[in-house]
């Protein structure tokens, strides 16, 4: 679909003035529509336009009346944490027909709403365009009937629709995540992770049956998260004699002194002859070969409950705001469009195209190669392919006389803070090397224990359980090798490395470039190395995100939910929340943005007293409505002057007689707890890729009977760009790096500020990219930071 024109459009040219926008939620319900209805509603009014809520979804529409009502900046207040859909869904049998939807357009006319924001399935969506296609012929039929004036035709000529994808199966081709998937993995993993407590208690076999008809996303992906023995999946039919396998993997784990074993199902799983595999089919099977106390458990809708996480929070409120740009940028000839997340940004795409590419999949030609509808895209197909690959390197053992033999040692060391999904990383790196023939080594307590010798073999079932654990098992310091380079050097010459993979940080990072500069003196480090980078601050160049950065938003946004909650039965109170990040601001930023705050102050964006005393002015002016709490989130280093301690008493000060004020440093719980299940996934992936990039280096580099590597790209940071994973040399990162300040010097999620400032009803200045992307207007960073990158 043809974008707008590569130059900057500004923002003053797209106003909503004289423009009516409905918005409702249709079919399923899914974690994180609410955050979407709000910021359809929060952008409409923000840019000038009325705004209705539908309720009931298309039965809403069609039966009309107090179904349709317009929405104001208060009526979502306190929406972003609600699961579900406040506005309601049904299915509407009547909108399929063509006097359903007469009745429906003679609603919207009533209400002068020509444009359509539809949150729902590819059922829902496809309805809308129909609807959009017949809309002219509609009200034609209307002025004869008499029911609307013969000028409507005329002013109302044209219906636009904007559609997002609410679906906890993520089965809508165009989009890599779809708004609901992620809480409900949250929800899967929860359950999971209760049931192997008491499945470890009592040597139990838990069968375990996950949402999914027509695919299989939530079971895969679920999985690989848990750890689970074995998953069965619509896409990919078990071969014939799958049962004797699956049994033979359970018994050798019992064998091997593994006290539980967790086998997901997808609800649409079948056989090669399209038979159905049930939960029940399952249990019999073990309990007849076995003889294993077998429990089945049906999670049901309970995935479809519980408050959205932080992710879908963020998508949902990106997608929405999107959703009215685009709105005001359409004509008579913008076919409708479907907002989606590409990478980390949101860009529109031909409904009807994706709609069709679904349509097109449902249907099995060949059980042996049957692939579902979402993965007929190339990239789609790839990504779900890497999965289930991924799953099976890391959940079926080979016998050793399968394994390659490559007589290369390689070590796995923890460097920095912990986060969670390190255990995940080390869990990955350490099968897959064993699978590749490596003999693999932790290193406990990062470069520290390294130079003191605290080196040694970790084998396949060492790992099992790690996945979901917290923390750092191997243990981590933020000790940099400099300080030890030859003892470290010395280490690594008695225990014959030949490969080194860090998990962790800047400290890492850091530790790399050392490590690189020590090739000129020791030639034991002329050897491939490779860094994943994991740590909530999210502060590592080369990546867009890091490992444990997602479990770290969810711990924030979880506590300012219960905080606000607090707050629920005393009026007017503004809380001042602090967290964590060093000079980075994207927890407090993006945390902001899920939690529905009104600012958060950072390093990036320099902010003084005006500014402090403007948000103070904007709070009290929110406070005479019927909103009447605040939520300002803090980077614990944003400025060194203006403190939490010294913001908490200017608020007090300023608001005497209006609010009062509360102060919370949220600390080092932002860095416990469980992985979320997408710091469990990511660190699984990309450690996965990580060590299939060191076989393959060490293979290049290893001549006359040893391994050697000198050369740039072969000591590397592993990122995600966008939506790919990337090998970049970390020397070519150094000039994007600012040192003192440990944070890079370009930050794509500085373009989401602008979002959280127009959903707490500031005015702010952003401009609208080609790729339909908001980009923020940031104040240059002071110059003695630029010119310390050199040091």
């Known amino acids: 679909m043809a974008q707008p024109d590569s130059k900057k459009i500004f923002f003053e040219n797209l106003s909503g003035a004289g423009k009516a926008i409905a918005v409702l939620t249709s079919g399923g319900d899914a974690q994180g529509m609410n955050a979407a209805v709000r910021a359809v509603v929060r952008m409409g009014l923000y840019v000038g336009a009325k705004v209705y809520f539908i309720h009931e979804g298309y039965q809403g529409m069609v039966d009309g009346g107090d179904n349709i009502q317009e929405a104001s900046w208060e009526s979502v207040s306190s929406m972003l944490q609600v699961g579900g859909t406040v506005i309601g869904s049904a299915r509407c049998k009547e909108f399929r027909s063509h006097e359903g939807r007469l009745k429906a357009a003679h609603n919207l006319v009533q209400h002068g709403i020509t444009n359509l924001c539809v949150i729902g399935g590819d059922g829902s969506l496809t309805g809308a365009n129909l609807f959009r296609e017949e809309w002219s012929g509609l009200l034609s039929e209307l002025v004869e009937q008499g029911s609307i004036e013969a000028d409507a035709i005329q002013k109302y000529s044209a219906l636009h629709i904007v559609g997002m994808v609410g679906s906890i199966d993520n089965d809508f081709c165009g989009t890599d995540m779809t708004i609901g998937t992620d809480s409900a993995l949250h929800r899967i993993i929860e359950v999971v992770d209760a049931i192997m407590t008491t499945a470890q208690s009592h040597q139990r076999t838990f069968v375990l049956e996950v949402m999914g008809r027509h695919c299989g996303y939530l079971a895969l992906v679920s999985a690989l998260a848990c750890g689970a023995d074995w998953v069965l999946i619509p896409e990919m039919p078990p071969e014939d004699g799958w049962e004797d396998k699956m049994c033979q993997k359970l018994s050798a784990n019992r064998a091997g002194m593994k006290r539980l074993n967790i086998i997901i199902v997808a609800e649409g799983a079948i056989d090669r002859n399209n038979k159905p595999i049930t939960t029940d089919y399952i249990k019999n099977l073990v309990v007849k070969c076995l003889g294993f106390d077998t429990r089945v458990t049906i999670l049901g809708h309970v995935q479809r409950g519980g408050t959205p996480s932080a992710f879908d929070r963020i998508l949902a409120s990106r997608m929405g705001v999107e959703a009215v740009l685009a709105l005001l940028e359409t004509t008579a000839n913008t076919p409708a469009c479907v907002v989606s997340l590409c990478g980390n940004q949101s860009v529109r795409l031909p409904l009807m195209e994706c709609v069709q590419m679904v349509s097109t999949g449902l249907g099995w030609k060949d059980a042996k190669t049957a692939t579902h509808s979402i993965h007929t895209s190339t990239k789609a197909r790839k990504s779900f392919e890497n999965n289930l690959k991924t799953y099976k390197l890391l959940a079926h053992r080979k016998p050793e006389t399968e394994l390659p033999t490559s007589n290369f040692n390689v070590a796995v060391l923890n460097v920095g803070a912990p986060a969670a999904g390190m255990n995940a990383a080390v869990r990955s790196a350490v099968r897959v090397g064993i699978s590749e023939g490596h003999k693999m080594f932790a290193v ?36 940099l090798p400099a300080k030890h380079v030859e003892k470290i050097a010395e280490q690594m010459r008695k225990n014959n490395i030949n490969a ?9 990072f850091e530790s790399l470039l050392q490590l690189f500069e020590a090739r000129a003196t020791y030639e034991e480090f002329c050897i491939p190395m490779c860094m994943l980078p994991a740590t909530i601050s999210n502060n590592v160049p080369g990546t867009d995100l890091s490992i444990g950065a997602d479990t770290a938003l969810n711990a924030i946004v979880e506590t300012c939910d219960r905080i606000k909650q607090s707050a629920s039965g005393t009026k007017r109170r503004v809380f001042i929340i602090e967290t964590m990040g060093g000079y980075c601001g994207y927890l407090a930023s993006v945390g902001g943005l899920a939690a529905g705050a009104d600012a958060a102050y950072i390093y990036e ?128 990162l150094k000039d994007d790096t600012d040192f003192v300040h440990r944070i890079p010097k370009e930050q794509w999620w500085l373009k989401l500020r602008p979002l959280m400032k127009i959903l707490a009803k500031y005015k702010t200045s952003y401009d609208v990219s080609d790729s339909g992307q908001l980009e923020h207007v940031v104040r240059n960073r002071p110059k003695e930071s630029d010119a310390s990158v050199a040091m």
Not at 448 to 472: L, R, Y
Not at 500 to 508: K, N, P, R, S, Y
Not at 642 to 654: A, K, V
């Open 605 to 732: 964006e320099p902010f003084d007293i005006r500014d402090l005393q403007a948000n103070v002015e904007h709070l009290t002016e929110k406070m005479k409505g019927s909103i009447q709490r605040g939520l300002v989130l803090r980077n614990e280093n944003c400025n060194e002057n203006y403190t939490t301690d010294f913001i908490y008493q200017l608020y007090s000060e300023e608001g005497k007689g209006v609010f009062d004020s509360r102060k919370n440093v949220l600390g080092h719980m932002q860095q416990g707890g469980a992985p979320s299940p997408f710091d469990r996934n990511f660190g699984t992936k990309i450690s996965a890729k990580a060590m299939q990039w060191v076989t393959k280096k060490l293979l290049e580099t290893f001549r006359q009977g040893r391994v050697f590597a000198n050369s740039e790209d072969s000591c590397c940071l592993l990122g995600m760009r966008r939506r790919a994973l990337v090998f970049q040399p970390v020397v070519q």
């Open 444 to 479: 406990s307590d990062g470069f520290e224990g390294f130079s003191k010798g605290q080196i040694k073999e970790i084998k396949w079932a060492d790992v099992g359980g790690w996945t979901g654990q917290g923390g750092s098992l191997l243990g981590t310091k933020r000790t």
């Open 500 to 508: 080194l993979l860090i998990v962790g940080g800047f400290e890492a």
